[in-house]
Each structure stands twice: as structure tokens, then as C-alpha cells.
């Protein structure tokens, strides 16, 4: 959500409004570049597209909002996460004109927005007690001086102007003063300072460890020990700049985040929608990841297992390198590692001309010839790491003069999940030279060798990612053909959307792609759209999405069906491609 859709949800509420100034009962929901709403007592929904707005007055720091509250306004989920984006500094309140609210005139309900708006430009938001934001909120609306008023006399003035029933209790009747005009549950003062005391901890934690790694930069230059330098110096100057983003990141909370963070935990209805997710900067959420560490041979491998488990075989890996090399053996066995390998090269166009020098390897393994074994293997995972590269739309032109630790580079650009960069351009990297140079001795051979083929596995698992277009444009021809049910139109529809990702001959899918095209003219293609147009809203934007599409084949018989169908509908738009791909990975 940008800040354009907040717009539209201030103009949709305030166009809620009836005659009298009351307020409708109102429901929103949020679908792709439009807000739908309907009034209590209406049958008619209307839409307001977002290039067509009402501008409403935002403060360069925003609004705070608490336009959706309690019941009087209906908030489908759909829209809920776009809450997330409020920016927060005043407060905007709809009040609804009826005898279980007020006796305040509408004209009142506005002064209130913009006194409690005052407040918040003026910093008194942040800097006073409840009690005080509450009295000083009191002077305004009832035309008073309450500093040197008593609590009663306050009370019992509040009462006879407002007509409403308070608690009697001094704290409590402050607090619901505050509560209910300011829309917030704890104090902002004492938030703020919270935020400021963990954010200057951590400051001078940052500033530490930048210090320490700058010293031993230094001293690997100055020393200039080449074998101590390979290893180390690329590790400190990432975990430099890991820390230089940090700290820019939490003093960019402090001059523009801390305000709105701290209204936001001050408030527990925005808490209770979003009560995951809420960090103050990215540093909060495990220092312990910028503290110098160079990863481990076994970094990336046994992360399917449970978290003891895997605690229980880093400490063997460290102590015990027996029972370490017992467990690793057992593992691959009991795993298929090597079946696993040769299942997932057989069909897949990146291993078409290396699937023989892998299986050569594996026989090396299984020989005993740990070296060979090891040599080949860390060769053929650079190459497969050069080829996922190309599937990534990395020109091939930008490949040959890289180096490894550049290509690890790009594949961590493009890929979200599922790849170890720290491993791979870390330790994988050193493993290589070991094994290049003869660095290692007689028995530990036989465990590198091991967990190479654990490399090897992943670099294969790796290259059937459905994060690579031509992949998942192969799953989605696949579940199009082998699924029975409505989904499969869907897996047709993305497997069109995708028609820019050539299929490589190699799995000579023409046939295929055919019969994928075919089910355009079945009758139970048709079924789904006239389905999806039936259930408006995004359905019927699909719909019509699908059907802009297959009108761009330009066969005739389909155009007919076509034609007659787009003159029946309107208002629609086209849905976001990407998303609709997104959520058919899942």
C-alpha cells in the first residue's frame, strides 16, 4: 500500500457520511488497484480507482489514523495489512452522532482531531504524562483553565457539558479521557524513552564491534600473511559493511521511525492485528548475526533436523570427529544422498552434458578415491553454479571473466531462499583451494570428500529451484496436463502468463504445449470463467485477464466466445501477473 490508497480510505469514510451527519455502516475491502465499499441500507457497491482521488490534508509525517475502530466500521482482512503502513502523528476519528456517544456537535468532533493534532506536532505528545494530555485536552474543550483545577471539579464540569458517565477514579478518568480522544493505551513518553535507551545499547554495541573490526583489518594488511589474508580479510569487510548498514539503519529510526514506532505500542488494537512483525530496526532482531564468525564445513548441511539434533552434531564436529565421521556416513546412506543426485540430474537440461562426469565421480566415491572424488566434484558444483547463473538471466558475457566468489555473488542477488551465501563464498571457497593445492592430510580426506557430496546434493537441489522461470514454467505445463480439478485452469493461465521463458528443447515439451493450448476450447474451461465472472471482484478480474490473453492467439473460434462475454462486464482491471505466480509456487 502506498500513500495514495490511505487517501482513498479517508475520502471512502468520509463519503459515508448521511444527511444528518451520522455515519454508515461501512464495509472496505482493498483488491488490486481499486476500494470497494458498501453503505449500511445499500445495495450498490461503488469503486474508486486509485488514479481518480479525493486528496485529503496528510502532514509530511502522516496521520495517525483510527478510522477502523471497534464496531463502528467492518475491516475485511484483505485490507488489514495495509494498516501496517499508517505513518502516525495525529489522530482521525469519525464519531458517530447518536445518543450512546456524545452530545457534541459535529463541528466539535473536528476541533478534537485538530487539538490532538496540535498536541502531536507540538512534541507535548511525547513529553507529558497521561494525566497532563488529558488536562490539557480538557482546557480546549471546555473552554477552561484546568491546571489549577481540582480532579472533581474537573469531572463534574466534564459531565454537565458532555452528558457522558465517567469513572470516578482520578487515574481511571484520565486514562479514559486519553483513551478515547487520543486513541491510545500507554503513555508515548515512556515508550519513547524505552525505544531511546534500547537504540543507544545497541549504538554503542555497533560502534564496538566496528571498532575491533576495523583494528584487525589493519592488522592483515599490515602483517600481509597471504594464507591468513585469503581467509579472513573478505569475512571482516562483510561483517563491516553488515554493521555499517546497521548503524545507518537504527540512526535512520531514530530520526524518522522512533515517533511512529512508539505510537504504534502504545496502541494494542494496531498491536493485536499486527503483533508479529513489529521490530523497531533490523539490528533488534539478532545482534548476535553481526558478530564476526566464520562459517563451518557443515554450515549449510543437516538443516532439516531438529534444532537439538542439529546443536548436538555441531558439537560432535568440534569434539569428536569419530563420531562425527560415523554419523556423516550414516547419514548419507540412510538419506539417498547419491540417489537422490542421480534422480535429479537424469531429466534437467543443466546436467545433459555433465550427468556422465558426475556419475564417474560418485563412482570415485564409492571406490574409496576420496581425492578424484573431491577434485572433480568441487569443479562440477562451480559449473552447475555457472549455469543456474544463466537460468537466472545472467548474461553469459558477464560469466566468463567471474570468478567463483562472484558468481556466489549472483545467485545470492536473485535468489530469496534456499542458498547459503555466507558457506559458499566463505568456506566453500577455501575448500576449493584446499583441494586444488593438496592441503589436507590422510584421514581428513575422507570426511571432506563427504561433505562435498552434501555440496554436491545441494548445488543439484539447488538447479530444480522453482525459483528459476524455466522450472517452474515446466511444473506449471505439468500440473496443467496431470491436475483434474478447476486449479488446473489456473496452472494454464501461469503457464501462459510465462510465455516469455523458453522451454529449452532438451525436454521436448511441443507436444505438451499443444495440448496445454487446447483446453482454451473445452467446455469446462468455459465453465470456469463464466464461474470466476459470477463471484465479481478479483475473480472477475481474472477472468477477464485470461480472456485478454487467449484473444491475443488470435484463433477465431475463440475471439467469438470472447467478444460477447467483454461486452457484459465492466469495471474490471487487470490483475498484478507476478502475484498471481507468486501464490501458484505456493
Known sequence: MIRKDFDILIRTISEAKSANGSIAYVNIRFEDSKVYFTREGSA???????N?????YITEKGINSKILTKSKYKLSRV???ALAILIRTGCY????????????NDALHDKKFEWVQEFTASGQLYRASIKQLSKFFLSNLLNVNTINMSFIEIKDLYVETTGETVPSIETDFYHSIFKENFNYDKEPRGELLKSFQIAADHLKEIDERLDKISKEIKRLEGDNKANEKQEKYALYHYYKKL??????DLLEFLKNRIYNYTLNQCDSEFNGIFSFGQYRYRYELGPKAFEVEMPTFISNKFGELEVQDGKLIARLYKNNKEKFRVFLDQYIK????????????KDHHIFEKKIEVIHEALQSYNSGNHVSFACTAVVIIEGVFHDICIDLGVKENTLLGAGFGEKVELLSDRLDYGFDYMYYNFRFRLLRNKIAHGLFHGDEIT?????ILLDLHDAV?????MEIKINFRRFLLHQTLEDKTEARFRYLTGYFFMESTEIPAFYGTKKDHQKAKSLFRTKAFWQFINYQISRGGEAKNLACTILKLIMSFNLKSIKKKCIPIFATIHGTTAIDKEAFLKNLKR
Open 44 to 50: 450498490s457497491e461503488e469503486s474508486i480507482a486509485l
Open 52 to 56: 481518480k482521488l479525493w486528496k485529503v
Open 79 to 81: 485490507l488489514a495489512p
Open 93 to 104: 476519528s469519525i464519531f458517530k452522532k447518536d445518543k450512546t456517544h456524545s452530545r457534541l
Open 243 to 248: 554493521n555499517d548498514e546497521a548503524k545507518t
Open 334 to 345: 540412510t538419506n539417498g544422498i547419491q540417489l537422490s543426485i542421480q534422480d535429479q540430474i
Open 447 to 451: 570426511e571432506l570428500s563427504s561433505l
Open 461 to 465: 537441489r539447488l538447479a530444480n529451484t
